[in-house]
């Protein structure tokens, strides 16, 4: 988890920006805290995305953002699930006469095509399935009446399986710590200007 706190200089200037207005102030630092959780997540993203072959759009689905609320602490964080395994479809799943072969991470090391044998792809849908389990009679479909093995839809590794590098980036901290003091200066030069009538 990567937690995101105020920056106490900035937040003196903004509070002199606001003349000590303490409802507009907590409100604009918030505002500079979530700005950056945001980031922080599009930024986390990327970072993985440059080891596995999933696309961005769903590891940022696996990465959470608690963002800072009115009312509650001046603080947000970003953190990874651990949990959230993915369909197999989205590894670049392609179907083949043995099965699907599919491809976890990128690069030189662990590239390699990963093959799941007697497996299919279902048009329909894209997933990836296999049979397995107990014979039942089949009660609808193109085998209906006969004796067939249910299918089962598979999974890949969640994107914190894949990562290399499990522990959080080093860059990813100092991003954060950078950003918000970037994001309150914006708040700041927004204050400023509006108090001197010039928006």
């Given at each position: 988890?990567?937690?995101i706190t105020t920056n106490e200089e900035a937040i003196k200037q903004l509070a002199k920006a606001l003349e000590n207005n303490t409802k507009l102030l907590k409100r604009d630092i918030?505002?500079?805290?979530?700005?950056?959780?945001?980031?922080?997540?599009?930024?986390?993203?990327?970072?993985?995305?440059?080891?596995?072959t999933l696309t961005q759009k769903i590891i940022k689905e696996t990465i959470?953002?608690?963002?800072?609320?009115?009312?509650?602490?001046?603080?947000?964080?970003?953190s990874q699930k651990k949990s959230s395994r993915v369909s197999l479809k989205e590894y670049k799943a392609t179907q083949t006469k043995?099965?699907?072969?599919?491809?976890?991470?990128?690069?030189?090391?662990?590239?390699?095509?990963l093959l799941l044998a007697n497996s299919?792809?279902?048009?329909?849908?894209?997933?990836?399935?296999?049979?397995?389990?107990?014979?039942?009679?089949?009660?609808?479909?193109?085998?209906?009446?006969?004796?067939?093995?249910?299918?089962?839809?598979?999974?890949?590794?969640?994107p914190f399986e894949t990562?290399?590098?499990?522990?959080?980036?080093?860059?990813?901290?100092?991003?954060g710590k950078a950003r918000l003091l970037e994001e309150l200066k914006k708040r700041i030069r927004f204050r400023t200007l509006r108090a001197s009538g010039a928006i």
């Open positions: 988890m990567i937690e918030n505002t500079a805290l979530n700005a950056t959780a945001r980031h922080l997540k599009s930024q986390w993203a990327i970072e993985i995305s440059n080891e596995t959470k953002q608690e963002l800072a609320r009115a009312g509650g602490e001046a603080k947000a964080a970003v043995k099965g699907v072969s599919y491809r976890i991470n990128k690069g030189a090391k662990g590239s390699k095509k299919f792809i279902w048009a329909k849908n894209g997933h990836v399935f296999t049979r397995g389990g107990a014979k039942r009679v089949m009660k609808k479909g193109r085998y209906v009446g006969k004796m067939r093995q249910p299918i089962v839809k598979r999974f890949g590794p969640s990562t290399q590098k499990r522990e959080i980036p080093v860059k990813l901290i100092h991003l």
